[in-house]
T-cell receptor
Framework: AQTVTQSQPEMSVQEAETVTLSCTYD???????LFWYKQPPSRQMILVIR??????QNATENRFSVNFQKAAKSFSLKISDSQLGDTAMYFC?????????FGGGTRLMVKP | DSGVTQTPKHLITATGQRVTLRCSPR?????VYWYQQSLDQGLQFLIQ???????AKGNILERFSAQQFPDLHSELNLSSLELGDSALYFC?????????????FGPGTRLTVL
């Protein structure tokens, strides 16, 4: 079984500042992928970033980067230079086989 | 726009009824996934198909069934509907259905059971 936990139900950040969203997971598999998905008010699910467990280097996509700590089973998302358009639900997800398992989500509000 | 289409966008029905949700994957994608997003259960994986064959099953109720047709579109059938089935149902698709594939999500079908 695989589980994903997001311990921050809600967060807020001022525009242009940096925010970090936390995620922990559990799986018995050695190889797996971790993902962060964004769900804006439109409800569309959009992939933000992904990380392969075998890669030590943290993934980066423009203003989005992750801190992947495999031993601690931690996968946090850092958003730099936050923009109003970053306001959304953010879901951490794990795929160690055939299914994506999602965390409960963190609602992020970017304030002007 | 992810390239995944879902119809209808909204569906309102009564308890005990049966509905069918339809999904067309991105061009070239062979695998289709169905997810349910509800307030109390969060986002849950229901079922995956690859090139017409069932590949993985998650928390899908026996009242629910799905299939993927030769043209690769998929349908999710929900029967004997209950109030608790009200949710947003997402379809996603990926190239090969591998665990490392990016899954592209459709806009969802919002089901309301009255």
């Amino acid at each position: 079984a695989q589980t994903v936990t997001q311990s921050q139900p809600e967060m807020s950040v001022q525009e242009a500042e940096t925010v970090t969203l936390s995620c922990t997971y559990d799986t018995s598999e050695n190889n797996y992928y971790l993902f962060w998905y964004k769900q804006p008010p439109s409800r569309q699910m959009i992939l933000v970033i992904r990380q392969e467990a075998y890669k030590q280097q943290n993934a980066t996509e423009n203003r989005f980067s992750v801190n992947f700590q495999k031993a601690a089973k931690s996968f946090s998302l850092k958003i730099s230079d936050s923009q109003l358009g970053d306001t959304a639900m953010y879901f951490c997800a794990l795929n160690a086989g055939n299914m994506l398992t999602f965390g409960g989500g963190t609602r992020l509000m970017v304030k002007p | 726009d992810s390239g995944v289409t879902q119809t209808p966008k909204h569906l309102i029905t009564a308890t005990g009824q049966r509905v069918t949700l339809r999904c067309s994957p991105r061009s070239g994608d062979l695998s289709v996934y169905w997810y349910q997003q509800s307030l109390d259960q969060g986002l849950q994986f229901l079922i995956q198909y690859y090139n017409g064959e069932e590949r993985a099953k998650g928390n899908i109720l026996e009242r629910f069934s799905a299939q993927q047709f030769p043209d690769l579109h998929s349908e999710l059938n929900l029967s004997s509907l209950e109030l608790g089935d009200s949710a947003l149902y997402f379809c996603a698709s990926s190239v090969a259905g591998a665990f490392f594939d990016e899954q592209f999500f459709g806009p969802g079908t919002r089901l309301t059971v009255l």
